[in-house]
């Protein structure tokens, strides 16, 4: 079926190495709209997330009857349908959080990591992987909303978890960290240029990182001259 | 003067530092103990040497010959023994050495034979032959062999353009010329004239040189042809030929065009001098004038011989403590030279010696602020602080598309910028990488050109030798079958068939013979050979044209 | 020749057909799920309609079915509508109570502002929310409730307390305060809300005396 | 609900048709990819990347198979070209198939030479001429300095001369600016 | 180092010190209209900006002395303290500043490098996070009869201030006021009656205006500048004002006024004109100010906030490559075949 070590690189790159948000920057346009607090950046991407792992599983499944020319057209049915059906079934079932993710679940549609995945991976891979793939690329996108709705919130609002009680109900609003008191309100953080900062500053931190991994693997090769 | 006249875009006034040799008189020639006499100092071929070590010189005589139509001869300037043709450091900005040839001098400086040559006696192409024999080379600087440009031939140049500007700084070889040698300049020029057909005829010369003026006006009134003799502004480069056209006649050399497409040809006064002591005299070009000053106790103009250490120069001039290295040529465009030790060449105006006071270390290069300062001051209209940024991300595409091959390397980008960029030297690198990689790109086409033909060579040679064994095998098996021929009538068909395969056989075998001994491509090609070979050629020339998209330099330059 | 267009049409009826039963099992897919969400999805819409009017229209003032009351009111100016908007009737018994309007601000800073107002049959005001609106956020937005309780400052007035000249900001010399430096969104709010009232008063006898069982609008 | 699925199923079978039509009618011969990657090879046609040539080469990476940094003769300058044209990161030189050297022509040793024709028969490019039991030469301007015919050699005649910087193939260096301070490594 | 071996005398502190020689009559006007509060405001950027210049630098391992004396930093942080309202509070001054140094500059690679003009990212960074504080303008000493001391002003700066006294000193600007009234359906005429609104450019604020031209002029008669930039943006604002003035002069103010709102003035000559991120050739130079000077007046007019010129600036600045690219002047030898020769 699948080895552990298969699992381990399938996170590993869908978290860090091939990190969506940071790395392949994919679907940038719901990832700077919806990260201006924890909660929304976090609801949207694990309801991504799930979109991700149905429609990889999906295609993954149809990708030996679908001929190269029109694998386009039905992957994008087949996401467009599945979200669909979330976006009818959260509404119908899960009201509340449907009203707080609702316009943006149909956005998932267009959100070009699911599509990219599914062609990329799914329609290339066994359905068993393709799943798990979907699913660490979305946390990693997940992981890359909840920082940036973090670093939004605090520097924009000053405080943490707010419009926790629009997903938990209204006695979750004591979960509401105000990280910094009396905060004046710095409002680019939430404004949609701030969100392009934020993530650049996210992307600069990542790639810094990356080069000083680099160099200590370098350096830690003997140098014989 | 009512002649109207144009001012070209750009152009800057670096302090003129003139006086400090103009006011000497002219020194003459020293002669060193030791010449060192470089075979390349004209552009084009370099001439190739026909001495041998041991061999005693005359003066004037040829120690070089012209190596095909773009070269010129090179001649010894004073009598005696050769003892090296060797490489030698040479004044060239790569500081690598190149072939000379040595000639320890005897101090009779005896002369070769002269002929003067009579202009109406032979015909043009043969006074041509001559002059590229005396060595004559543009000595403005560029050093092209002058009887190329004498040749007119498609191009009908009716403007003759005289260059009397030396618009750079601290040189005045050029206008001590003129101050002295009016009458032999304008000889010159009638023997141009001569040779090119012009009808009309100017000479340009800055108007901070009123004594040349005055004395090339004299002299252009003594001719029995018109000369118009034009006091231009002074400002740098007004005497580089392009921006000299520009003010004289307000026409522009097409980019990537010679002025000849426009009917101008423009030759520096101190090569009409040359012309006339070549033709009048038959005397080769082996001495030029030189200034030499800067940082030296006397700055004077000197009649040099080629070949002459410039240290000797100096040392006559006054050397002074203190100096920072020998330039070639002026400030701005000047070429900095390893030592002193190198020899004078034919391209060799002026011998500027640097000292910390006179040119102080330029200030530290801060980052281009695109202040379009550079674009101001350039007299070829470019737009530096693209060239400058394209150039130093190694986007060679991008910079030849913003026309660097229009440079003409001045360094009045330089001069202005604030930042104090060395913008010049990204040019030129980027200029000299632009031809390495076509030149790299023309290696492996016809390398790619000679492994597909290999390539080709070998599967066709495969072929031929399967088709030759199954031939044989075939033949083989007719003979077995024709050496029971009785055994069953059935096999009378087959007795034909053998006789067929025979047949078959052996022109299989004549074909393949005639394949090998033809030349490789034959028009005995299968279709199938035909059409492999089709293939290839389609696909080479599309790799070509891929590989020639982003250089176009060739055609201009 | 025309190998190639054999090979392409075969190819193409290929490529529809697999096409169409992808599309036929994912069209039957949505609207078997569609079938099976639809009453919940409805339910859940009404639900969050009448959270919406709880909070201009106490639920205790009145005991009708208030969703099933509504109407449509022609465009108007007092109500800055272009287009017919949704009004409620509150009834306790037959009697009318109150009233819930639509009514829209039509000088933000940013362009409309869309209100919910609800009024007591005697025209005073039980609530106003800001259901739509796109004002400078940190600047103008203090009138959304969630941001700021600013709004309720308009709970329990009426044309006639505060009087009517007084239906300004406070900056204006009126009676409700402003943020700082902000003063144009409170004040289309302020305007918007004295224009309903008066609409309402104006209008009063043909709302209130519109049909207990109103035409539902679709 | 009957609209939606008719909808559907017009839009699926017009887009199956058009698609399926163009996916044949318009099929691209060859590969065009192949060709610019072709063209960005340094034609040396050594071998050293594994497959048999520039060309091959640039087949195996068009079609995926091969990595964009095997080919040493090229260099980082290559890789550079290679990772731009197919938009994917360079990455440094494999260095388990050499280290890339000087420009380089095969001389060979005339006085040494036995003329047995196997150097010509390895000289990818045609550059060596010379026929059996005659000496052998290397056409430097034509030599790609592959070094393929070294090995076959039984005598050992043939040596790579390195090309040496002479004043026509002189180039201006790329202006060295300090404006960085730079950081001096103390570590040993 | 090969040739050439001489230079001329520019440098960049030369070109950047003219600047701020050039602003200083401006200065002078704002201290005696609006008080010396604006000292303390540039001093403030100016401390700020050269800290974090050197703290850059540093960062990026370059040498800091010949970086910090090419005064770019300081030219930067006097812009900016001169597009603020007279009594920003200094944590304003600071992030403005910081965020023009650290983000607008140096994290777009350096002098040189910068695709926007650093002040005027610090100024929108600013309007956008902080719209209630940058609009605190003390009024004009032609309307209140007096300045504001240098310790009110500190006090202003520094919070200091007893809790609404702030909103009794401050005033809205002509553009804001005008903005207002036109929101609310009043016209200009009716506007324009009030005080703040001077002889063509708004009380006090008109004369702030004639300063700065008079110091842009400066910049162009010592060739720091050239007239394209500043004249193009100023036709921009004349023209289209007066088109929208000429179509309906009640709704749209008049072209005077506009031109002499002040930040026009500082616009067109001082940061329009910036080098680094506005277009380099001369045609090039004439779209960009123009098309500075009309969006100028579309924000003021149709936009989110009362004064348009740093959007305008910014906006432009992202233009700046494509019309350089279209306005390539031609080379010579270029123009008598009017096309390149080669191809």
Redesign the interface.
């Known amino acids: 079926m699948i080895t552990r070590q298969e699992i381990l690189d399938l996170f590993r790159n869908g978290l860090f190495k091939q990190n969506t948000g940071l790395v392949q920057l994919l679907g940038l346009c719901p990832l700077l709209a919806i990260s201006s607090s924890v909660i929304n950046g976090l609801s949207l991407g694990l309801a991504t997330t799930l979109v991700m792992a149905a429609s990889s599983g999906a295609v993954s499944g149809v990708r030996n009857f679908v001929p190269n020319e029109i694998r386009i057209p039905v992957f994008v049915l087949i996401i467009a349908a599945l979200v669909t059906v979330i976006d009818l079934t959260m509404n119908a079932f899960v009201h509340p959080l449907y009203l707080v993710l609702g316009i943006f679940i149909p956005l998932i549609t267009t959100n070009c990591i699911v599509l990219a995945r599914a062609d990329a991976f799914a329609a290339k891979n066994r359905p068993l992987h393709s799943v798990i793939d979907a699913v660490a690329m979305g946390l990693g996108l997940t992981l890359v909303l909840l920082m940036l709705g973090a670093i939004r919130e605090v520097a924009g609002q000053g405080t943490l978890l707010s419009g926790i009680d629009l997903v938990f109900g209204a006695e979750a609003q004591r979960f509401v960290v105000h990280v910094l008191p009396n905060y004046q309100g710095f409002l680019l953080a939430i404004l949609p240029p701030g969100a392009f900062l934020a993530l650049g500053l996210l992307i600069a931190a990542n790639n810094w990182n990356k080069a000083r991994a680099e160099q200590r693997t370098r350096a830690a090769v003997p140098v014989t001259a | 003067m009512s002649r109207e006249l144009f001012t070209?875009?750009g152009g800057?006034h670096?302090?003129e530092h003139k006086s400090e040799s103009s006011g000497r008189p002219l020194h003459p020639p020293l002669l060193p103990r030791e010449l060192v006499i470089p075979l390349?100092q004209h552009l084009g071929n370099p001439a190739k040497p026909i001495v041998e070590v041991g061999q005693r010189v005359l003066k004037g005589q040829m120690i070089g010959e012209a190596d095909g139509y773009i070269s010129t001869a090179v001649h010894a300037s004073s009598s005696g023994v050769v003892t090296a043709v060797e490489m030698r450091p040479?004044p060239?900005?790569?500081r690598?050495p190149?072939l000379c040839v040595v000639i320890e001098t005897d101090g009779q400086d005896e002369w070769i034979e002269r002929t003067p040559l009579d202009p109406h006696a032979m015909s043009l192409a043969d006074l041509r032959m001559h002059v590229r024999d005396l060595g004559i080379a543009g000595l403005g600087g560029a050093v092209f062999p002058s009887a190329v440009k004498l040749d007119p031939g498609a191009h009908h140049c009716p403007v003759l353009i005289i260059n009397g500007g030396e618009c750079e700084?601290w040189i005045t070889c050029d206008d001590l010329l003129m101050r002295t040698r009016a009458d032999e300049i304008m000889d010159g020029v009638a023997i141009m004239r001569h040779l090119l057909g012009s009808l009309q005829i100017l000479v340009g010369i800055e108007e901070n040189k009123p004594e040349a003026i005055a004395a090339m006006q004299a002299a252009a009134a003594r001719l029995d042809f018109a000369v118009e003799v034009v006091p231009v502004p002074t400002i740098y480069p007004g005497g580089g030929a392009?921006q000299l056209i520009?003010t004289l006649t307000g026409?522009?050399?097409?980019?990537?065009?010679l002025s000849t497409d426009?009917g101008i040809q423009v030759f520096n006064v101190g090569t009409a001098q040359a012309l006339a002591r070549a033709v009048r005299h038959g005397e080769p070009l082996i001495s030029r004038l030189v200034t030499v000053t800067g940082h030296v106790l006397r700055p004077q103009n000197y009649e040099v011989l080629i070949g002459t250490p410039m240290r000797v120069l100096i040392a006559e001039a006054g050397e002074r403590d203190g100096a920072t290295g020998v330039?070639m040529?002026?400030?701005?465009?000047?070429?900095?030279l390893a030592s002193a030790d190198v020899a004078v060449v034919k391209a060799t105006n002026c011998v500027l010696v640097?000292s910390a006071e006179l040119?102080p270390p330029?200030?530290?290069?801060?980052?281009?602020?695109?202040?379009?300062?550079c674009?101001d001051a350039c007299?070829?209209?470019?737009?530096p602080?693209?060239l400058f940024r394209f150039a130093k991300a190694g986007d060679f595409g991008r910079a030849q598309e913003?026309?660097l091959f229009?440079c003409i390397e001045c360094?009045c980008c330089?001069?202005?910028?604030?930042?104090?960029i060395?913008l010049?030297?990204?040019y030129?690198?980027a200029?000299?990488?632009i031809w390495?990689r076509e030149k790299?790109k023309r290696?492996?086409?016809?390398?790619?050109e000679?492994?597909?033909?290999?390539?080709f060579r070998l599967e066709r040679e495969k072929k031929e030798k399967a088709e030759k064994l199954a031939a044989k095998t075939q033949a083989a098996r007719a003979q077995a079958a024709s050496a029971q021929p009785a055994e069953s009538p059935a096999t009378a068909p087959s007795e034909a068939d053998a006789r067929k395969a025979l047949i078959a056989a052996a022109l299989a075998r004549a074909q393949a013979k005639k394949a090998e001994t033809a030349p490789r491509n034959t028009e005995h090609l299968t279709p199938e050979q035909q059409r492999t070979i089709d293939e290839i050629e389609a696909?080479r020339a599309?790799?070509r044209e891929?590989?020639h998209q982003p250089l176009?330099t060739e055609?201009?330059k | 020749m025309k190998d190639v267009v054999r090979a392409a049409l075969d190819n193409s009826l290929r490529t529809s057909a697999i096409l169409l039963v992808f599309a036929v099992v994912g069209t039957a897919m949505l609207a078997f799920t569609h079938q099976r969400t639809e009453p919940n999805i409805t339910r859940s819409q009404q639900a969050e309609k009448l959270t919406l009017l709880d909070q201009v229209l106490p639920r205790s003032l009145y005991d009708n079915d208030l969703l099933a009351s509504q109407q449509l009111l022609p465009p108007s100016d007092l109500l800055g509508t272009r287009q017919p908007s949704a009004m409620w009737v509150a009834r306790r018994g037959a009697e009318p109570v109150a009233v819930a309007l639509e009514a829209i601000a039509p000088d933000g800073y940013s362009g409309n502002i869309h209100l919910l107002i609800g009024i007591t049959a005697d025209g005073h005001i039980t609530g106003v929310r800001v259901t739509a609106h796109r004002e400078t956020p940190g600047l103008g937005d203090y009138i959304d409730r969630a941001k700021s309780p600013w709004i309720d400052q308009f709970t329990g007035t009426s044309l006639v307390e505060p009087p009517l000249r007084h239906w300004r900001v406070a900056k204006d010399g009126g009676r409700f305060d402003a943020r700082a430096g902000a003063t144009i969104t409170p004040r289309a709010v302020v305007k918007a809300v004295k224009d309903a009232l008066e609409y309402y008063s104006r209008q009063r006898t043909a709302l209130l005396a519109a049909p207990a069982q109103g035409v539902p609008s679709p | 609900m009957l609209a939606a699925i008719g909808v559907m199923v017009l839009l699926a079978v017009a887009i199956g048709l058009v698609l399926g039509w163009s996916a044949v009618r318009f099929k691209v011969e060859g590969n065009p990819l192949a060709e610019k990657v072709d063209a960005i090879l340094p034609q040396t046609q050594c071998g050293q990347c594994g497959y048999p040539g520039c060309r091959p080469y640039a087949d195996a990476i068009a079609s995926g198979e091969a990595d964009i940094n095997r080919c040493v003769p090229g260099g980082e300058d290559v890789v550079k070209k290679l990772a731009d044209l197919l938009g994917v990161d360079p990455k440094p030189l494999d260095g388990a198939l050499g280290e890339p050297k000087p420009k380089s022509v095969a001389f060979i040793d005339e006085q040494a030479c036995i003329g047995c024709t196997l150097c010509i028969q390895a000289c990818p490019v045609d550059a060596i001429v010379g026929a059996a039991k005659q000496m052998h030469t290397v056409i430097a301007k034509e030599c790609t300095g592959c070094e393929l015919c070294v090995a076959p050699c039984p005598v050992n005649c043939i040596s790579m001369v390195p090309i040496e910087e002479d004043l026509p193939h002189w180039k201006w260096k790329h202006p060295v600016v300090m404006m960085k301070t730079v950081r001096t490594e103390t570590r040993a | 180092m090969p040739a050439p071996f001489i230079t001329g005398r520019a440098s960049v502190t030369q070109v950047m010190g003219w600047v701020l020689i050039a602003l200083l009559p401006g200065i002078a006007v704002y201290v005696w209209l609006f008080g010396p509060g604006i000292l303390i405001t540039l001093g403030m950027a100016t401390v700020t900006a050269l800290a974090a210049e050197a703290a850059m630098l540093k960062a990026r391992g370059y040498p800091v002395k010949p970086f910090l004396v090419d005064l770019s930093a300081v030219v930067t942080a006097w812009l900016l303290a001169l597009s603020l309202p007279s009594l920003a509070p200094w944590w304003l001054i600071v992030t403005g500043t910081l965020f023009a140094i650290v983000v607008a500059k140096h994290l777009y690679g350096g002098l040189g490098q910068n695709v926007f003009n650093p002040a005027m990212v610090g100024y929108a960074v600013l309007i956008v996070s902080f719209p209630v504080q940058m609009t605190q303008w003390a009024g004009p000493l032609a309307l209140t009869g007096e300045s504001l001391t240098l310790a009110q002003s500190a006090a202003a700066i520094f919070g200091g201030l007893p809790k609404g006294t702030l909103d009794a000193v401050t005033m809205a600007t002509p553009l804001d006021t005008l903005r207002t009234g036109l929101l609310q359906q009043h016209t200009v005429d009716e506007v324009m009656v009030q005080p703040i609104f001077g002889q063509f450019g708004g009380t006090g604020f008109e004369w702030l205006a004639v300063a700065f031209l008079a110091g842009g002029l400066l910049m162009w008669a010592r060739r720091i500048i050239g007239w394209q930039v500043p004249l193009a943006f100023l036709a921009g604002v004349w023209l289209t004002a007066g088109f929208l003035h000429f179509y309906d002069a009640g709704r749209f103010g008049a072209p005077w006024f506009h031109l002499f709102a002040p930040s026009v003035m500082l616009g067109a000559f001082f940061i329009a004109t910036d080098p680094v991120s506005g277009s380099t050739t001369p045609r090039g130079r004439l779209i960009f100010g123009f098309g500075a000077g009309l969006l100028t007046i579309v924000i003021r007019t149709w936009g989110g906030f009362p004064d348009g010129v740093a959007f305008a600036i910014l906006l432009m600045n992202v233009c700046v490559p494509l019309i350089d690219q279209y306005t390539q002047p031609p080379i010579y030898g270029a123009t008598r075949t009017g096309k390149d020769t080669q191809k």
């Open positions: 070209f875009h800057v670096p302090p390349r040479v060239h900005v790569s690598l190149d700084p392009k520009y026409k522009e050399v097409p980019s990537g065009k426009i330039v040529g002026g400030p701005m465009m000047g070429v900095p640097r040119f330029l200030p530290r290069e801060l980052p281009c602020i695109r202040c379009t300062r674009a007299p070829a209209a470019l737009q602080q693209e913003y026309h229009d360094g330089n001069y202005v910028c604030p930042s104090h060395p010049v030297d990204y030129r690198y200029k000299s990488e390495a790299e290696a492996a086409d016809l390398a790619r000679r492994h597909e033909f290999r390539q696909r599309k790799i891929l590989a176009e055609e201009k």
